[in-house]
T-cell receptor
Framework: SQQGEEDPQALSIQEGENATMNCSYKTSINNLQWYRQNSGRGLVHLILIRSNEREKHSGRLRVTLDTSKKSSSLLITASRAADTASYFC????????????FGAGTRLAVHP | DGGITQSPKYLFRKEGQNVTLSCEQNLNHDAMYWYRQDPGQGLRLIYYSQIVNDFQKGDIAEGYSVSREKKESFPLTVTSAQKNPTAFYLCATLDRSMSGANVLTFGAGSRLTVL
């Protein structure tokens, strides 16, 4: 079952612009995480936000969480060509027994 | 990719054959996972194991089997009963180092193509 749904499915921007991706989910969660995947590779963990947090920063990444709307957003500021990848949100449901459920991802293309 | 080795990276199989994908980790993590990824889609959970000699079915376990005889190893067998096995398979381990939150570390993946 897919818990998270990312929006948009694909995003194309120029270097230096900001990229915003959104994730919606359905059930109560312990935390929400964002992962990055370069083409043909495994996923890499980027950032985690807990259900009692509203915003978190890590370098050029900013994540927000709105538990009342069951949604999260990932903002990448001052994007670079190297940010080109797919980005996935993953949720750990409350009582989820160590299971993370992934969305379908947003494909980000950053053009030089 | 973070101490997780998946092999082979590419695998071709004829219809009706079973194949086994290897996943080995040196991270000393207890829990291990297998996900399947189809083109342009997210990850779907096949099987997971929280401890040696124990494993649970995920959302799409039909046509797959696993074993967990050693902490370091969690091989996945794709059987002939799996109707559409062509996909990218990802193995992951669970790290609870972030103050009790579950974070996954992934291998580089194995791409299986059925001819």
């Amino acid at each position: 079952s897919q818990q998270g749904e990312e929006d948009p499915q694909a995003l194309s921007i120029q270097e230096g612009e900001n990229a915003t991706m959104n994730c919606s989910y359905k059930t109560s969660i312990n935390n929400l995480q964002w992962y990055r995947q370069n083409s043909g590779r495994g996923l890499v963990h980027l950032i985690l936000i807990r259900s009692n947090e509203r915003e978190k920063h890590s370098g050029r990444l900013r994540v927000t969480l709105d538990t009342s709307k069951k949604s999260s957003s990932l903002l990448i500021t001052a994007s670079r060509a190297a940010d080109t990848a797919s980005y996935f949100c993953a949720t750990e449901s409350a009582g989820g027994y160590n299971k993370l459920i992934f969305g379908a991802g947003t494909r980000l293309a950053v053009h030089p | 990719d973070g101490g997780i080795t998946q092999s082979p990276k590419y695998l071709f199989r004829k219809e009706g054959q079973n194949v086994t994908l290897s996943c080995e980790q040196n991270l000393n993590h207890d829990a291990m996972y297998w996900y399947r990824q189809d083109p342009g889609q997210g990850l779907r959970l096949i099987y997971y194991s929280q401890i040696v000699n124990d494993f649970q079915k995920g959302d799409i376990a039909e046509g797959y089997s696993v074993s967990r005889e050693k902490k370091e190893s969690f091989p996945l067998t794709v059987t002939s009963a799996q109707k559409n096995p062509t996909a990218f398979y990802l193995c992951a381990t669970l790290d609870r180092s972030m103050s009790g939150a579950n974070v996954l570390t992934f291998g580089a993946g194995s791409r299986l193509t059925v001819l």
